[in-house]
Every structure is written in C-alpha cells, then in structure tokens.
T-cell receptor, first 110, second 115 residues
C-alpha cells in the first residue's frame, strides 16, 4: 500500500526566500507525481505534474523534481511571496488512484 | 483543463439525514473520483465512478453509506447517508483528463457539517 509523507508539516518564511518542500513515497512503481495547492476552505489547484519517466518540471517560480528510485520529490519555490501562502499537497499516482500526503502548510510573511 | 462545479458548496445537516452532492464537468471524461478530506487531514479516495457501471469503492467505504450515481460522462452524484458528526468533511469531486498528461483536476469541494 502506497504511503506518502510530506516534510515539513508547516513552514513560515519571510517574503523573498527560496524554499523547498519535500515529499516521499514508499512504492516507487508510480505512474506520475502531482503537486497541488489548497487555499483554506477551497478545492485543489494543480501546480505541476511529473511523469514517472521525467526528472523535473518547471512552471514560473515553481520547480518540481522526481527521483523515483529513492521515492522522493521536491517542490522548489523561488522568491516566495505572501500570495504563495497555502497548503501544498503532493500525490503519487498508481493506476487511477492518487495517494496524498498530509501537506505542508506554508506561510510567507510580508 | 477541465472545469468542475459542485453543488452545494456547503451545507449544515442534522444527524441521521442524507445529503446528495452533485458534480458537473464541462467536458466528457471517462473517470470521475470522489474524495473526502476530514478536518485537518489530507484527502482520501472514497470511490471511482465509471459511466455505465457500479462505482468502485476503496477499503473502508461502502455503497450503503456513500451511494454514487454516474448517469453520463459529465455528471456524477455522491450521497452521504444517515449522517453522523464524523461525516463532517470536505467532499471533493475530481476527474482524469484523458488524452493529456493524466493530470487530475478537482472541483471546489462541498463543505459538510453534521450536527
């Protein structure tokens, strides 16, 4: 059974800092890994998807990497802004099923 | 990307009653999914809803408690039956974007509070 863990559970940084969110998964036989953002009381917004054959994906200030053999993914956020404050979830896909981590709650202080 | 709407966006219900949540997608999709997010926790898959067949439930979830309908390729409903306070959660619908990079898209969620 796939298990996904995210570290840290919460993170508070000053505006402008670069930061890294970590995601690990126990079963490396994944189809892809997806990073989401969730604002309080809201649904999920897809940020980046990395296929199992890829090493990284970039979108604007976001960069996600995937090391399938070690069961790890990282989400790098450059030059953080207060608007980046949210909970970030990673999800590993096996077949049609997504297994989610518990999330990292990010606060970027002005 | 698929645009997903859910109704209601939130509701407060009494113990023992049932609530049906609707999910509408702006394009035809093969697979639709229902997730639950309990307070302070991450998402857990309830079931996969396929058009023309019975839903497939994950371990710990049963059809009598969470009946699902999927009458066509753009619509699904999830009913939370005989509710108790433990059912207070956000319920989210999601879809696979077939033919693309297999991104899953999520609806805005339904926030349910059971008193």
């Amino acid at each position: 059974k796939q298990e996904v863990t995210q570290i840290p559970a919460a993170l508070s940084v000053p505006e402008g800092e670069n930061l890294v969110l970590n995601c690990s998964f126990t079963d490396s036989a994944i189809y892809n890994l997806q990073w989401f953002r969730q604002d309080p009381g809201k649904g999920l917004t897809s940020l980046l998807l990395i296929q199992s054959s890829q090493r990284e994906q970039t979108s604007g200030r976001l960069n996600a990497s995937l090391d399938k053999s070690s069961g790890r993914s990282t989400l790098y956020i450059a030059a953080s802004q207060p608007g980046d404050s949210a909970t970030y979830l990673c999800a590993a896909r096996s077949g049609s099923r997504l297994t989610f981590g518990e999330g990292t709650q990010l606060t970027v202080n002005p | 990307s698929a645009v997903i709407s859910q109704k209601p966006s939130r509701d407060i219900c009494q113990r023992g009653t049932s609530l049906t949540i609707q999910c509408q997608v702006d394009s035809q999709v093969t697979m639709m999914f229902w997730y639950r997010q309990q307070p302070g926790q991450s998402l857990t898959l309830i079931a996969t809803a396929n058009q023309g067949s019975e839903a497939t439930y994950e371990s710990g979830f049963v059809i009598d408690k969470f009946p699902i309908s999927r009458p066509n390729l753009t619509f699904s409903t999830l009913t939370v039956s005989n509710m108790s306070p433990e059912d207070s959660s956000i319920y989210l619908c999601s879809v696979d974007q077939a033919g693309g990079p297999d991104t899953q898209y999520f609806g805005p969620g339904t926030r349910l509070t059971v008193l």
